[in-house]
């Protein structure tokens, strides 16, 4: 759970992020102001075209901002250059994204291990990690199945277990049950709270999907281009 007299872990403030210019100039960030803590899974909700997907890249700095200020586990990543913050991203975030983005020639075991093999850790112990990931997402019969003979659920929780491979401090969801059924989304959803309740670990989620919301810690939501409401969640035995 989050504990708001810590300092944040992810901080946001008076961001601002247009596309285009002139006349065709849209303003997608209206001054959003936003902390995250460590601890907790925060859930942010909106209707599509709100900015979720824009803020997301903002946070893990994959997008520059125009106005504004955005602080990372105490680093003011708005104001590192690109190859720092490149570096940044690398040894403490991790990332799911609605497309899977797997390698096509390489198998769900060595998909996963991409990130560790990164990081100049050695492909056995690489694999070997990344075996028991695929176990904690319940793949561990489809370990050396190419993408192409996975199905899109199975795919999606591949990408999840190469996410979570290297234990981010900051983990990044867009719509990471968009592609899983109920049973499955339910199960991945549980190993993102028990990401999110580690002391030194929190998790970011952008989703539409209601049934999902009581795994959440707080929820926020972004209505055109700001944050019009953040709620805290009723967990199970205090509502």
Excluded: W
């Excluded at 176990?135 to 929780?157: A, E, H, I, T």
């Amino acid at each position: 759970m989050n504990d708001d007299s810590q300092p944040a872990a992810v901080r946001a403030r008076s961001v601002v992020k247009s596309f285009g210019s002139g006349d065709t100039q849209v303003t997608v960030l209206k001054g959003i102001d936003l902390d995250i803590y460590l601890g907790e899974l925060l859930l942010l909700v909106g209707e599509s075209g709100g900015g979720k997907t824009t803020l997301l890249s903002a946070i893990a700095g994959i997008l520059d901002i125009d106005d504004g200020q955005i602080d990372v586990l105490g680093v003011p990543l708005s104001n590192l250059p690109s190859n720092k913050r490149t570096r940044f991203r690398g040894q403490t975030m991790g990332f799911i994204y609605q497309q899977f983005n797997l390698l096509p020639a390489l198998t769900a075991a060595e998909n996963v291990a991409v990130p560790l093999l990164i990081q100049k850790i050695g492909r056995a112990e690489a694999l070997r990690r990344a075996r028991v990931m695929l176990n904690r997402v319940g793949l561990g019969d489809r370990m050396d199945f190419l993408p192409k003979n996975l199905s899109g659920g199975q795919q999606q929780r591949v990408a999840i277990a190469r996410a979570l491979v290297n234990e981010p401090r900051l983990l990044i969801c867009d719509e990471p049950t968009a592609a899983l059924d109920g049973p499955n989304g339910q199960k991945i959803m549980k190993l993102l709270r028990e990401v999110g309740r580690s002391p030194d670990r929190c998790v970011i989620v952008v989703t539409h999907d209601s049934r999902i919301f009581h795994f959440g810690d707080r929820m926020a939501n972004l209505t055109d281009g700001r944050i019009v409401n953040i709620e805290q969640i009723p967990q199970e035995g205090t509502a």
